[in-house]
């Protein structure tokens, strides 16, 4: 994000973060208005926006929300894992494992953070599962993690966290 972030205002744009949008205006197909929980803008170019469509139909117009409802999304889920550690034991700052049911490890030094993408087989299970499995991986890939240097743990589920794109769905995109 830093990248493109410099890379925008080194081209004359101006970044705005920490604000929530509440509305979009649309005058002849094109965004005019922008309200949020802070500002209004109507002074703009271009509008670049990464919200996913479930967010996206609460903000738009009316008459825009149905043409959104007639698209068909597909989500794939995002599973977090943080874990506060007695020692850490981990001295990369991350990893990536290979036919694990975890993807990337962070580690933060106080915390390690874990990811899996695509996270359909551990989304639905329990907090208590998941930090199982979590530990159990670990233990299998890193002979100097031990399930007792767990003091805390916090477990973040994103059900939509990215959407699949489809042919059948791009075309009305």
């Known amino acids: 994000c830093d990248q493109a972030k410099t890379f925008l205002k080194k081209n004359d744009c101006e970044v705005r973060t920490s604000e929530a949008v509440t509305s979009l205006k649309f005058t002849d ?6 309200k949020t929980d802070k500002n209004t803008y109507d002074d703009f170019d271009y509008v670049i926006s990464s919200i996913p469509p479930h967010a996206l139909s609460k903000i738009l117009p009316v008459d825009l929300q149905s043409e959104l409802k007639n698209i068909e999304f597909e989500y794939s889920p995002i599973l977090n894992i943080h874990i506060w550690l007695k020692d850490n034991p981990f001295t990369e700052k991350f990893c990536g494992l290979i036919d694990s049911k975890i993807h990337w490890i962070f580690n ?7 990811v899996t993408s695509s996270a359909d087989e551990l ?6 599962e998941i930090i199982k499995i979590a530990c159990r991986e670990l233990e299998e890939y890193f002979p100097v993690f031990n ?21 059948e769905n791009t075309k009305l995109r």
Not at 108 to 114: G, M
Not at 123 to 128: A, C, H, K, N
Request: aromatic letters at 4%; proline letters at 2%; charged letters at 30%.
């Open 147 to 167: 399930e007792n240097l767990v003091i805390d743990y916090k477990i973040i589920k994103e059900k939509r966290a990215t959407f699949i794109p489809s042919i």
């Open 123 to 128: 989304i639905d299970l329990t907090s208590e």
């Open 108 to 114: 933060h030094e106080k915390h390690i953070s874990l």
């Open 29 to 34: 197909g094109k965004i005019t208005k922008i």
